[in-house]
């Protein structure tokens, strides 16, 4: 299994972002996933989230407009970040599980993890 993230980089105060997840070995039709970040310093926190059964989930600080998506015929997961914050800055994974009925918010759940892609955000 691998998931390569994508879509990071150095972005401004208020500009949106869309970070990819694509995947190999692995159906995000079906399965469960999610998004987690890690802040400089800081532990692993989960961001948003597709349930096994096609519901979308985000954590508090993400609601309002962000999103979660999936396009099954791509085989690839999309999380859109509008209004970025410098405290967006993090390095953000896609994580996956083929066992996991419904969803998790713990980080620890998840059986697939990316590599990560780096998002910068400057003031």
């Known amino acids: 299994v691998q998931l390569v993230e994508s879509g990071g980089g150095l972005v401004q105060t208020g500009e949106s972002l869309t970070l990819s997840c694509t995947a190999s070995?692995?159906?995000?039709?079906?399965?469960?996933m999610i998004w987690v970040r890690q802040a400089p310093g800081k532990e692993r926190e989960a961001v948003a989230g597709?349930?096994?059964?096609?519901?979308?989930h985000y954590a508090y600080f993400m609601k309002g407009g962000n999103t979660v998506s999936s396009d099954n015929a791509k085989n690839t997961t999309f999380l859109q970040i509008h209004n970025v914050k410098p405290e967006d800055t993090a390095v953000y994974y896609c994580?996956?599980?083929?066992?996991?009925?419904?969803?998790?918010?713990?980080?620890?759940?998840?059986?697939?993890w990316g590599q990560g892609t780096q998002v910068t955000v400057s003031s």
């Open positions: 597709i349930g096994s059964d096609g519901s979308p």
């Open positions: 070995g692995f159906v995000f039709d079906g399965n469960a």
């Open positions: 994580q996956g599980d083929t066992v996991m009925n419904g969803f998790s918010w713990y980080v620890g759940a998840w059986t697939y």
